[in-house]
């Protein structure tokens, strides 16, 4: 496709008929000689005598090529580009919402890390999510941790590097001793009332039973069902725990369920890495991107153009003095 970069310049097109309209002609003074060929001179210039000042005017083949050379010239500053067709490829990409649990029993010593040393649950969560994030190049991830309540800390972004510095700064308690796992999922709920995407998906990482919410988990996992979230929920710590520490499976496999998302439980960190691998494998979906639309600049066609047209009307001219020397010859021969 050609298109011009500064189409605007096109403007300037009428700008010489202007200045030969409305400007006053160029006035000069010359002592008049009488010569015996002046009917030769006259057809050479093929101006009509007079008497008076007499205003030089060009013939219409030169008038044509000063015109032609202004237009191709006008043309190569508007710069002419031929534009390819746009580059598409297919990016696999997410919309991803994760829950990470940071009440007090995440700080249960039970999970051990890639070298095999004994780990709290949260240190192990974190090593194995910025492995996760990292993967996310193209997604939008966004970050709501829990406790006594639910906080945004990080919205829907793209900058996967400033996602994961976050994370690595939480701590166990910093939300409150307490989980508030339903309304974490409200909170998601509402950072998606916020976006445009169509695939919406939360990931919720947690220990223990819903303690301090003031919307049940289940009636919060209908909410999202019909604003179409889908719920994938974690469980993370060991089942035959009591107390706070003690997992809520059923409630944590209703939130599924209610979503049509899925329900994983993370006894080790080995679990874990696999539970990221299926979603990895589930939760994708193909967009379609323009990447690049190749330019190339033709200012350099308009520009020979003119370059062209100017020397065949000058050589025009030149074999035209040359055809009517002889006859002034002859007239000049006494």
């Excluded at 990409?93 to 700080?107: E, G, N």
């Excluded at 910093?174 to 169509?198: E, H, N, Q, W």
């Amino acid at each position: 496709m050609l298109t011009f970069a500064y189409p605007w310049l096109a403007l300037l097109l009428p700008l010489p008929w202007l200045v030969y309209r409305f400007a006053p002609p160029h006035a000069e003074r010359r002592p008049g000689v009488r010569v015996p060929f002046f009917r030769t001179l006259v057809m050479m210039t093929g101006q009509v005598p007079g008497s008076g000042a007499v205003t030089a005017r060009r013939g219409a083949a030169r008038m044509g090529v000063l015109v032609l050379c202004w237009m191709l010239a006008l043309a190569s500053l508007m710069r002419p580009q031929w534009i390819e067709p746009p580059l598409h490829r297919d990016v696999p990409t997410r919309d991803m919402l994760l829950l990470v649990d940071l009440s007090a029993s995440m700080d249960t010593k039970d999970f051990a890390d890639a070298q095999g040393r004994t780990v709290d649950r949260l240190t192990a969560l974190k090593q194995v999510l910025d492995d996760f994030v990292a993967r996310r190049r193209g997604d939008r991830i966004g970050v709501v941790v829990f406790g006594d309540a639910p906080f945004t800390l990080v919205p829907f972004t793209t900058d996967l590097k400033l996602a994961r510095q976050l994370v690595q700064d939480t701590a166990v308690g910093m939300a409150g001793p307490r989980t508030a796992f339903g309304d974490a999922i409200g909170l998601g709920i509402s950072l998606f009332d916020r976006s445009t995407v169509t695939a919406k998906t939360m990931v919720a990482l947690t220990d223990g039973n819903d303690t301090a919410s003031k919307v049940p988990p289940g009636e919060a996992a209908g909410v999202a069902r019909d604003r179409g979230i889908v719920i994938h929920t974690i469980a993370i710590g060991d089942p035959t725990a009591a107390g706070e520490e003690k997992l809520d499976e059923a409630a944590l496999r209703d939130v599924a369920e209610r979503t049509g998302g899925g329900f994983y439980r993370a006894l080790d960190r080995d679990q874990l890495v696999g539970i990221y691998g299926r979603l990895d494998e589930i939760e994708t979906r193909r967009i379609d991107t323009v990447s690049f639309r190749p330019k190339t600049d033709l200012y350099w066609v308009p520009l020979a153009a003119a370059l062209l047209v100017g020397m065949a009307g000058s050589a025009a001219i030149l074999i035209r003095s040359r055809r009517l020397r002889p006859l002034l010859r002859r007239e000049i021969r006494p």
